[in-house]
């Protein structure tokens, strides 16, 4: 089986928030972190599922700690440019990446491997 099909099966461990619901901002659905994803509410269950699973390829591409720290270097040089932590965060090629998937909600099964590397 190659990587890039591989890297499609593969699916965070998901769990509900809970208790971190009243921590993490609403406008997150759902917050990813290595293997795991956490979720909540039900309407925009799946969308954010397919959403998370590409970060999570992502991660795991990158041998999740490379993924970690080219995501700081990003945010870092973006606070710089913009001076804004939302704007920093959104213009990183990972979120970038990951926002196709709004486009086309099939794009966690047909992305290609490093495919973040098309939003630097
Ligand atoms: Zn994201």
Redesign the pocket.
Known sequence: MSMTKLLHKLRPVLVPMGPLEKIIPQKFEAV?FGWVMFYRGKHTYDLYVR??SI?FQQQVEMLFIFNWLTWAVWILYGLTKYRSLSKAYSSTP??KE??LIVRNTNYNKERKLWGWTDHV
Do not use: L
Request: no cysteine; glycine share 12%; net charge negative.
């Open positions: 990813g959403y998370e970060h990972f979120e990951a926002q």
